[in-house]
């Protein structure tokens, strides 16, 4: 019950994190040309440095 009850809370931050990413590229879409490489960059950044971060839970 304890482990099913973790992988819930972890289904449920993962699909809001798959929310925030599609909410950001849907608004990286309306940028100027210009800021669209910067915001991106910033965006695939975050997401790699979480994606790193889980890695490194899981090795813990």
């Known amino acids: 019950p304890k482990a099913r009850k973790e992988l819930k809370k ?9 929310n925030i990413k599609d909410e950001l590229i849907k608004s990286l879409k ?8 910067e915001v991106f960059a910033l965006i695939t950044k ?11 839970y899981d090795n813990n």
């Open 46 to 56: 975050f997401f790699k440095s979480l994606e790193n971060d889980c890695l490194t």
């Open 10 to 18: 972890f289904l449920i931050l993962l699909l809001d994190t798959l």
């Open 30 to 37: 309306q940028l100027d040309d210009d800021k669209k490489e």
